[in-house]
């Protein structure tokens, strides 16, 4: 029976591939949506060691099929940024834009915090080196240096911080009055922030005190007239009217080894980073969706940084919410290259074959659940059926919907 059905599959496989040679490509008639990226490194995905898969920019953009401009720059501060928006085609692409997507502080406070007299994180290749460089041969905090360097923060924060907090109350009013488009802001993160579960260097008495210095300046402390609770950083983007915020200091907090490059003395997201701002920003959106095919960048980001694997321990709500993304635009795609194919129906049919011969599935995870065409629980000749016959429809033009459109009508 199942020999048979593999049979049926391969010859149908192989009629498809025939009527298939000249596939039409068709031109999208909607409009797509416009979002507009400003900012600095963490909006041009800027990556050390250059693995990142996606710019969280490029996954919502990709999520809702918009198109991307960007005007973000690598060290940009909120001073330049506010300068930046005088520019005519930086105004002229806000004023059309749909979304605006805003990273805007960690250069006026991060920079200041890791490359100054008594600090030079681009000395060191990682943070474990900084942090040793930071102690003394008993392996105790150096305060010879820790406490200048404590002095030179709060006698220069304070002045950062209101400056910062005038910028950016400066910026939003500006792309306010230029634009109807939806604004998000991001809060600060702190990337030193981290736990024990992620990393040894959690409890050492150095890397505290960097970690909490950078807190203090992103949320203030209670009780503390320098750096008031909610009056620093973070409180000034909280507390923007008219835009919305996504609040990446919490996604990132206790866990800036996991979601960050920190382990490298890099400040900035690691894939897992910005595919959870990814994910945080288009919940924050809730924008209509355009078409099933989209969002494999943030699959991708999700299966190829182990997110898929890990992130679930992290954060599970957030991993929830990322796989619903993930899987509702992914049923059929199997390779995960955006597009119902051919392709897709062979490795069902590998799945399936693998099953029956009770061997290892060559395909597992997200892209064996997207294999399971018509989500009954099982990946089986249907789901091929279904894949090749949304594939004939599309190149015979005589179905127009996206994948899942199809599948509802014909399973
Ligand atoms: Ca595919
Ligand atoms: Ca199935």
Do not use: W
């Amino acid at each position: 029976m199942k020999k048979n059905n593999l049979k049926r599959a391969a010859a149908i496989l192989a009629a498809i591939s025939l009527m298939m040679s000249a596939v039409p490509t068709e031109a999208s008639a909607e409009e797509s949506m416009s979002i507009v990226a400003l900012g600095d490194s963490i909006t041009t995905g800027y990556s050390k060691d250059g693995t990142l898969i996606a710019s969280y920019a490029e996954m919502v953009s990709d999520y809702y099929g918009a198109e991307l401009t960007s005007f973000a720059q690598d060290g940009l501060t909120s001073a330049g940024l506010l300068e930046q928006l005088s520019d005519v085609s930086v105004q002229a692409a806000v004023a059309e834009a749909d979304v605006v997507l805003v990273t805007i502080g960690g250069n006026d406070i991060l920079q200041l915090v890791l490359n100054n007299d008594y600090i030079d994180a681009t000395q060191y290749e990682s943070m474990n080196q900084l942090i040793s460089g930071l102690k003394t041969e008993s392996g105790a905090p150096n305060y010879a240096v820790l406490t200048p360097f404590n002095l030179y923060l709060t006698k220069t924060m304070p002045g950062v911080i209101a400056n910062f907090r005038s910028n950016v109350a400066a910026i939003a009013e500006q792309l306010k009055a230029s634009t109807n488009a939806k604004i998000v802001f991001q809060t600060v993160y702190n990337p030193m922030d981290c736990d024990a579960d992620d990393t040894d260097l959690a409890v050492s008495g150095s890397m505290e005190i960097l970690s909490s210095n950078v807190n203090k300046f992103l949320e203030g402390i209670a009780d503390n007239t320098a750096f008031p609770k909610g009056q620093c950083v973070n409180g000034a983007i909280r507390d923007l009217t008219g835009v919305t915020v996504v609040d990446t200091f919490q996604t990132v907090y206790d866990h800036g080894y996991y979601y960050t490059d920190i382990k490298m003395v890099d400040v900035h997201p690691n894939s897992i980073g910005h595919l959870a701002i990814a994910e945080t920003i288009i919940d924050a959106l809730a924008l209509p969706e355009t078409g099933a095919e989209n969002g494999t960048k943030l699959r991708l980001a999700y299966t190829a940084s182990g997110a898929e694997k890990t992130l679930g321990n992290i954060d599970s709500a957030l991993n929830d919410s990322i796989m619903g993304k993930v899987m509702k635009n992914s049923y059929g795609d199997v390779d995960a290259n955006g597009a119902v194919e051919i392709a897709d129906a062979t490795s069902v049919l590998s799945i399936y074959a693998a099953n029956g011969a009770g061997t290892e599935s060559p395909i597992t995870g997200v892209n064996a659940q997207a294999a399971d065409a018509d989500q009954n629980g099982t990946v089986d000749i249907s789901d091929a059926t279904l894949v090749l016959g949304y594939y004939a429809a599309k190149g015979a033009n005589a179905f127009d919907g996206t994948f899942m459109e199809y599948a509802e009508q014909n399973k």
